[in-house]
């Protein structure tokens, strides 16, 4: 269930951050519209450019009101899984590029371990074999009794009497070798199952982190790398165009260079938070703090 509902949660961020940007297509797409409408007015372009700028714009907007509507649907299915109506609207404290907290591959593995309800019972049972063990070997130790004590009204024998009394049981039949040799193979299959256990554990916990560690990756790839690179690129295919060196068609094709790559990476970010959750999931603990 906390998987299902980081996930919505998480989509209905995507989405909204998804209508923002498509907002900001259709600013781009209407300054270019002007741009274009102004060079023509002035005779240095044809008016084709200004119906290609119209029909970008007409794009972007069409763009945006699909967005709009996958924004309902994501708020929607967050509302199913908080059995709230599904017009409740949702101020999100979490941006969807607020990365969540990061954790070596070890502080996740010792987290499983600690969280796996099948270790915590193999380790109750080996406690409880060493307990037993423990037992057995003090049975075998020899038992000193001392009493003391006092008699009164014996007649004609005392009045008060006192008395005192030593036994020693020595183990010498029962020394529990078969019970203590058979505490020792418990113990053995119980270490034996717990190491297994361990292994088939840190083999998922490495599973999900890898796949989690892989989309990390792949959003500061972007972050550092794709997005300034295509930002840079529209802004000189549009410096260019204003003066003369370059034709629309140069501008539009930065443009959806840049519209590719921003919704990549918001993509990006939606499957790395998928992963956390997976991550999460697979680990057993809550892992929104170190």
């Given at each position: 269930m906390?998987?299902?509902?980081?996930?919505?949660?998480?989509?209905?961020?995507?989405?909204?951050?998804?209508?923002?940007?498509?907002?900001?297509?259709?600013?781009?797409?209407?300054?270019?519209?002007?741009?274009?409408?102004d060079?023509?007015?002035?005779?240095?372009?044809?008016?084709?450019?200004?119906?290609?700028?119209?029909?970008?714009?007409?794009?972007?907007?069409?763009?945006?009101?699909?967005?709009?509507?996958e924004?309902k649907?994501?708020?929607?299915?967050?509302?199913?899984?908080?059995?709230?109506?599904?017009?409740?609207?949702?101020?999100?404290?979490?941006?969807?590029?607020?990365?969540?907290?990061?954790?070596?591959?070890?502080?996740l593995?010792q987290?499983?371990?600690?969280?796996?309800?099948?270790?915590?019972?193999?380790?109750?049972?080996?406690?409880?074999?060493?307990?037993?063990?423990?037992?057995?070997?003090?049975?075998?130790?020899?038992?000193?009794?001392?009493?003391?004590?006092?008699?009164?009204?014996?007649?004609?024998?005392?009045?008060?009497?006192?008395?005192?009394?030593?036994?020693?049981?020595?183990?010498?039949?029962?020394?529990?070798?078969?019970?203590?040799?058979?505490?020792?193979?418990?113990?053995?299959?119980?270490?034996?199952?717990?190491?297994?256990?361990?292994?088939?554990?840190?083999?998922?916990?490495?599973?999900?982190?890898?796949?989690?560690?892989?989309?990390?990756?792949?959003?500061?790839?972007?972050?550092?790398?794709?997005?300034?690179?295509?930002?840079?690129?529209?802004?000189?295919?549009?410096?260019?165009?204003?003066?003369?060196?370059?034709?629309?068609?140069?501008?539009?094709?930065?443009?959806?260079?840049?519209?590719d790559?921003?919704?990549?990476?918001?993509q990006?970010?939606?499957?790395?938070?998928?992963?956390?959750?997976?991550?999460?999931?697979?680990?057993?603990?809550?892992?929104?703090?170190?």
């Open positions: 906390r998987r299902n509902t980081r996930v919505a949660f998480y989509r209905l961020a995507f989405a909204r951050a998804e209508s923002d940007r498509l907002a900001q297509v259709v600013k781009l797409a209407e300054h270019l519209r002007q741009i274009a409408q060079r023509f007015e002035a005779g240095a372009v044809p008016q084709l450019e200004v119906v290609q700028a119209e029909l970008e714009v007409s794009r972007a907007q069409a763009d945006l009101e699909v967005a709009r509507q924004e649907v994501a708020l929607s299915q967050l509302n199913a899984l908080l059995n709230e109506p599904p017009r409740t609207s949702w101020e999100l404290a979490t941006a969807l590029e607020e990365l969540p907290p990061s954790f070596t591959l070890e502080e593995v987290r499983a371990y600690g969280a796996n309800a099948e270790l915590q019972h193999l380790a109750q049972e080996e406690k409880v074999e060493q307990s037993r063990l423990r037992l057995l070997k003090a049975e075998r130790v020899p038992n000193l009794d001392l009493q003391y004590g006092l008699d009164f009204n014996a007649p004609r024998d005392f009045k008060t009497g006192p008395r005192s009394g030593v036994s020693l049981v020595l183990p010498l039949f029962a020394r529990n070798q078969g019970e203590i040799a058979q505490s020792f193979a418990n113990q053995r299959v119980l270490e034996a199952e717990t190491a297994a256990r361990k292994r088939a554990v840190a083999g998922t916990v490495e599973e999900a982190y890898f796949d989690w560690n892989a989309q990390q990756t792949q959003v500061e790839i972007y972050r550092r790398t794709l997005l300034p690179a295509v930002r840079k690129l529209e802004g000189m295919a549009e410096e260019s165009y204003r003066a003369g060196k370059a034709n629309i068609l140069v501008v539009l094709d930065a443009q959806r260079n840049v519209q790559v921003e919704r990549n990476y918001l990006s970010l939606l499957a790395l938070e998928s992963a956390f959750a997976s991550l999460e999931q697979t680990v057993g603990a809550t892992l929104d703090q170190k």
